[in-house]
């Protein structure tokens, strides 16, 4: 991925940061990047995941997979990190598989997702690091439970990617079902390049070694400089611009297919920065539909916020058909793809001119290749940023403790959280 930061400079933007700034910064890049790397060598959690283009095998993925190669449908069952990713990759290119995701527990939705599915050609992919989390376990055994109902074996159909150990792996192993571990010292929302994430794309027929090949050469540009490195580019001018009022960052893919990566990429930031009374705020946005909702406040609103575009070099393009009306003339000698490009190019000068702080991300095309270029080069990003913040990227406390608290509240075993939950249900 390219980025540039050209309209995030303080001769341009308000917030913005000076080119003083940023090199004055960069002493604090260098230092970060010697901890990423040493962290990276040593295998230290989380920073391990810096290290997955190499350490994933597309060749056992596709053997784990190979008993439901052939479905007509996938049924995914994990949440956060240990579905975001999977759904990043998948809804960004296409396939003749149906994906569904189950995250969420709303009962009317859940029932809706699994209705009118082809069960006898589904494959299910049950993702748990912990193995223990109460959302997905649950709609396991729902999906399981509508195979029953069917009369479809559902072992024969399922894929289990989990821990050493826990509820999933003991259903797992007691069921004999094909599985593969989350990776060491990866946390969920930095799997996506693991097994985690690619078994759905392997499922969907995607090119795993593209994939790996893409972060893999983002991985190689890691060095000590944001000046040469797009991923510290950006993960130190959206630090830099938090510091200066930026407190937000909407991410604005313009590709209809990315707009899964910015719910990916929200849960990344949130929860791997926001911590110590720290952090940037995501927001999620769509390009172009959002120009016609919240552009309005991301040029006119507080200067609170950046705006991260995402765009494409290249992609599928259809021409727009001529018309009889004469004002319209215009939109008959051009195509979607350039009517799409004209939308960004305003909406980015439109900031750019009212002196709104926005950084451009770009991406040859929306391919396997970019695809892993971009997840990782995000990740990267993300960690430097958790460096120069002071903060546990890698931990999730705030998470577990509400994941706690659900558990104790259901009888699922002696919970602090659960008790303060009851204590404070009794005072109202
Ligand atoms: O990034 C994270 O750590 C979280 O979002 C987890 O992925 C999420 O809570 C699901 O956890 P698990 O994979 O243990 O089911």
Known sequence: MDVDIGNALASVASPGVSRDSLERLDEQVADAHERIETGMAEGEHGYAALNLPERTDPDEIRAAVEPVADAEALITVGIGGSALGAATITDALDSDTETVYLDNVDPAWVSNRLEGLPLENTAINVVSRSGTTAETLANF????????????????RTIVTTGDSGPLRDLSDRHDLPSLKVPDGVPGRFS????????????????????????????????????DCPAYAYGATAYALDARGAGMNAMVPYAESLETYSEWFAQLWAESLGKDDLGQTPLRALGVTDQHSQLQLYRAGPRDKVVTFVTTRESEDRSIPAT????????????????????FEATEASLAAAGRPNVRVELERVDEYELGGLLYGMEAACVLAGELYGVNTFEQPAVEWAKNATRGLLGGGEFEEAEAVAEKTELR
């Open 324 to 343: 009889e009306v004469e004002d319209l003339a215009y939109l008959g000698d051009a195509s979607l793809g350039e009517l799409l490009e004209a939308e």
């Open 192 to 227: 996506a390049l693991s097994a985690v994430g690619m078994v759905a794309a392997a499922v969907c027929g995607h090119d795993l070694e593209a994939l790996l090949e893409g972060a893999a050469a983002e991985a190689e540009t890691l060095t000590g400089s944001l000046f």
């Open 141 to 156: 055994l729902v999906v399981r439970e509508a195979f029953e109902d069917a009369g479809v074996d559902w072992t024969e």
